[in-house]
């Protein structure tokens, strides 16, 4: 009957709502405690008295595991589930920030992030690829925009709540706490049924030829690129505005500040991309390179805090509009793969950032030398996307 035919489906896009909400909910809590302790890394690892670089180091060894493997929770993601993934990276996640807590050298920082670096690897590609999978036809740029929206609310939570923890009850103690609150959001993703997706046989040329996307393509350079800047630039502002004598709450802010200004951004950017994606990206690589000039000439407090409200306009242009332009023609049964691939983009710029800008920070004894740099990556970056940009329609 006509009736029960329409009851029916009604049912099932309830249930489909639902629970792509709830994913989006538990992505934005995992994010919220991954950057209770993000920004409180460098600052922990001086008090220790550690030297630029090697405070660089321990922020972006992260990246060394999250680098081998991506590629294998993609893949494992589009084979199996996306579901179990996550909850498998939330449980990681919490070890590696007991491992943290524990810390007390540079070595045992590395070897938590770098299990951080595995958690982050099975979660994030599993959580993109499953908004995609609920995603209506030719609104995968708009649902992408919602996700990152949650995204952008748990990295604007995040810092000022770790800095007024910190504050409480020391560096330690935050990560010993913030172990066991991630551990909340395994219910929220357990109670998901797996999101609608093709299921990859095997590793083939056709699995693959997403890779070979000239859109996939500017999308995963740019975001090296843009990686590389910001976590250079907010590894060493974090540490540099500790030395002038600002507390955790500052640098906290003003990462929560660029955070809640992108979250109100992120959907309306998604929809954008939906259009023109190249737009939009080389868009907002314009003005987070304005926003990265800004820090530069601010360097502190007031002041720095209108470089964050431009950086938080940029970055929620950019982010949803480069995974549309990476993802939004993505093989139904590898977008988890080429999640995985995309996302590595984050993984090299944090691997790399830190370190170089620390090791020439070190050679110039300058902070600035650092700041001055970043806007010039991003610029050129978006440079090379206009061409394509201009010429590129729907």
């Known amino acids: 009957m006509p009736g029960v035919s329409w009851d029916e489906n009604s049912k099932r896009v309830t249930a489909t709502i639902s629970y792509n909400w709830r994913l989006n909910i538990a992505t934005m809590f995992f994010f919220m ?3 209770v302790v993000v920004p409180l890394i460098p600052r922990y690892a001086l008090v220790m008295g550690l030297q630029p670089f090697a405070i660089g180091l321990a922020t972006s060894s992260v990246s060394i595991t999250a680098i081998a493997f991506r590629p294998f929770g993609g893949f494992v993601s589009d084979r199996w589930s996306r579901t179990k993934l996550m909850i498998i990276g939330v ?4 070890i590696s920030y007991v491992v943290l807590a524990l810390s007390r050298d540079v070595n045992t920082i590395m070897a938590s992030r770098m299990l951080e670096g595995i958690a982050v690897a099975l979660f994030v590609p599993s959580s993109i690829a499953s908004a995609v999978d609920y995603a209506p036809e030719g609104r995968v740029g708009e649902a992408l925009g919602w996700r990152s929206l949650t995204i952008g609310i748990g990295f604007s939570l995040g810092p000022a709540l770790g800095g007024f923890i910190a504050e409480l009850l020391g560096y330690n103690r935050t990560f010993m706490v913030t172990a066991f609150l991630v ?34 393509l500017l999308a995963f350079s740019s975001s090296i690129v843009h990686s590389i800047a910001w976590m250079g630039l907010l590894t060493f502002l974090s540490a540099y505005l500790k ?10 802010l003003f990462v929560t500040i660029q955070a809640a200004v992108s979250l109100l951004v992120r959907p309306f950017a998604g929809r954008a991309a939906d259009v023109r ?15 990265f000039f800004a820090i530069y000439l601010f360097e502190v407090p007031p002041l720095l805090y209108i470089a964050s409200l431009v950086l938080g306009l940029g ?14 023609n993505a093989p139904a049964n590898s977008r988890g793969f080429l999640s995985s691939i995309y996302t590595m983009g984050m993984d090299v710029g944090m691997l790399s950032g830190p370190t170089m800008f620390g090791a020439l ?34």
Request: proline content about 5%; overall charge neutral.
């Open 91 to 94: 449980l990681l996640v919490s």
């Open 243 to 252: 030395l002038q004598g600002y507390g955790d709450l500052e640098i906290g």
């Open 183 to 216: 551990l909340a959001v395994i219910p929220l993703i357990a109670t998901c049924k797996e999101s609608p997706h093709e299921w990859a046989s095997s590793l083939t040329r056709e699995y693959t030829s997403g890779l070979k996307d000239l859109r996939f």
């Open 277 to 291: 994606p190249c737009l939009t990206t080389a868009l907002g690589l314009l003005i987070v390179s304005a926003s």
């Open 315 to 328: 970055m929620g242009i950019y982010i949803p509009s480069s995974q549309t332009l990476a993802l939004a």
């Open 33 to 35: 405690f991954v950057q």
């Open 361 to 394: 920070i070190e050679r110039a004894n300058s902070y600035q030398v650092a700041f001055l740099i970043s806007p010039f990556l991003t610029l050129v970056s978006a440079i090379v996307l206009l061409p394509y940009a201009l010429k590129t329609n729907t």
